[in-house]
Structure formats: C-alpha cells, structure tokens
C-alpha cells in the first residue's frame, strides 16, 4: 500500500536520519529499489520526474506499475510515489494519477509567483491526501530541462514557502544534479544552518543531487535537519557499469545471453547493491 511521505520524514526528522528518495526509470528500476528497501526494512519513496513519466507511457501507467508491484512483492515497508522536479500542470496530473506525494518546483519563478502557485497545490495536495515538497534556491545541473546553477536559497524566502504548508521543503545550499564537477565548492552548511534556523525544527528538508556528495558532508547535512536525500544518476552509473561489463564479457552471446531478463540482470543487481549502501549511509535501515 503506497503511503503520502509525511509521516516517514517526520519520523526521520525527529531521529536523525534521511529517507531516500530513488528515482524510478522503469520496470527493473523499481523491482530492484523496492526488494533493496524491503530486504534492510527502509522506508522509500520512488522519485518520478515529468520526463521518466513520459517515458514510462505516463503517469497512470507508473502508478498502476507501482502499486501492483508493490502488492505483488509483497513488500510490507512504506513506500510513497512522489512526483520529482514537478510542473504547475504536472502536479495536478499526479493528483489526479494516483500519486501519494508531489512536489512544485517553483524556484525558477519570482518568489511572488512561486509563493502563490505553491500555495495552491498545497491546497490540492492535502484536500487529496497528498505530501507536497515545494523548493527555492537553483539546484545545479539540469533536471528535464530545468537547468540551475546552484545559487543557494534565501532563508527568508524559504520561510515564507515553509509557512504556506509544504511538508517538507528542498532548499538550494550548492548541491548539484548528476556528476559534481572537480572544482565543486562543496555543501554551503553556513546556509543550511540559517535556512533550519529560519523555518523552525519541525520542517524536514530535502537535499537534492545526492550522488556523488562525499560521506562526511551527507552525515552533516542529516545532522542539521535534511530528512530526504534524492539519489539518481548513481543508479544510473552503476546499472551501465554492470551492463556494459555483461557484454564485454560476451555473455550476451553464449546461451540465450541476449535475453532482456538475462541481459538486464546485471544492471538490476548492481541498483539493489547500491540502494543498500545508500541506505546504510542514510541510516534509515531498520526504520520502516
């Protein structure tokens, strides 16, 4: 039974872990997070933005791909279907879709504009029975064309987001989507600090571009109020990595080795064994 993500990151907030957020990109993507996150008894929420929705025939076709799954598994830990990187429009499709979370990315508005879209869909969300995660501030990198240049957020202009209802709130402090660059500054915990400071110890935040940010700074970023942790292009790699090896090793050609259940066996491993390390890392084994 999917779940709104409320409840799972109040919980991680109140104990001093992170819930990850996996994003979903098709069939194999979303066995191999759900029996990683039912083998260590982890809470999840399965990330889908617009583009990885088109892509999947459409929000109601994941929805319904989920949830079947999700009982035919048998998987007994709470699981949310979010919408990632959300559109004014795309938050409603979700809405209407079956999704159990969404989140507007209004960062790229005016404040003013920003402030009034998001309060609407919290309004929207909750009538529903939805979470809803709202952001300010860039993330760097381009996510379905949204490209940001990971200016970090204002904490005044967070504040007013938080006071309009989100249940949990992404705030650019410097992180990026895909691979960090070498001269990447790091995680600006100065910000981080002021933006708890200014929307108070009850609201979960978010930490978007997950991958690739070194051990110690996502343990500091838990330790200062970050509750969810969106991890994609890491499964991406490691899933292209092991394919890639697969077939290198001609063993697509011995057998039936080009079976797409054999061929993208691999692949599927390798996101169970990397969502497991996330989780350790996140503390949020055991949790569910």
């Not at 609407?120 to 979470?131: D, F, P, R």
């Not at 599927?268 to 949790?287: D, N, Q, R, S, W």
Request: contains cysteine; glycine residues 12%.
């Amino acid at each position: 039974m999917l779940v709104s993500a409320k409840e799972m990151l109040d919980k991680a907030l109140a104990g001093h872990y992170a819930v990850p957020q996996f994003n979903i990109n098709n069939l194999e993507w979303t066995k191999s997070i759900l029996l990683a996150c039912e083998e260590v008894k982890s809470p999840v929420i399965l990330g889908v933005s617009e583009g990885a929705g088109k892509y999947m025939c459409g929000f109601e076709t994941v929805t319904a791909m989920v949830k079947a799954m999700d009982k035919s598994l048998g998987i007994t830990v709470p699981v949310a279907l979010h919408l990632d990187h959300g559109s004014y429009d795309g938050c409603y499709s979700c809405i209407k879709a079956g999704f159990t979370s969404i989140m507007f990315d209004g960062s790229h508005f005016a404040i003013e504009e920003n402030i009034e879209k998001t309060k609407e869909l919290v309004a929207a969300a909750h009538k529903a029975g939805l979470s809803i995660e709202a952001e300010v501030g860039a993330i760097g990198g381009e996510e379905d064309g949204v490209i940001g240049m990971g200016e970090c957020a204002d904490p005044e202009e967070c504040k007013k987001i938080a006071d309009l209802g989100v249940d949990f709130l992404a705030a650019g402090i410097g992180n990026i989507h895909g691979i960090y660059p070498e001269n990447w500054k790091g995680l600006s915990f100065e910000t981080l600090a002021e933006i708890k400071k200014a929307v108070g110890d009850k609201m979960p935040l978010v930490l978007h571009g997950g991958t690739g940010i070194p051990d110690d700074q996502i343990k500091k970023a838990i330790s200062l109020g970050v509750a969810k942790i969106n991890v994609n292009t890491e499964l991406q790699l490691v899933f292209a990595k092991a394919t890639r090896e697969y077939i290198e090793a001609g063993e697509d050609k011995k057998g039936k080795g080009f079976d797409p259940r054999k061929l993208l066996k691999p692949g599927a491993e390798a996101i169970v064994e990397e969502c497991k390390k996330k989780i350790a890392l996140f503390g949020c084994g055991g949790k569910a």
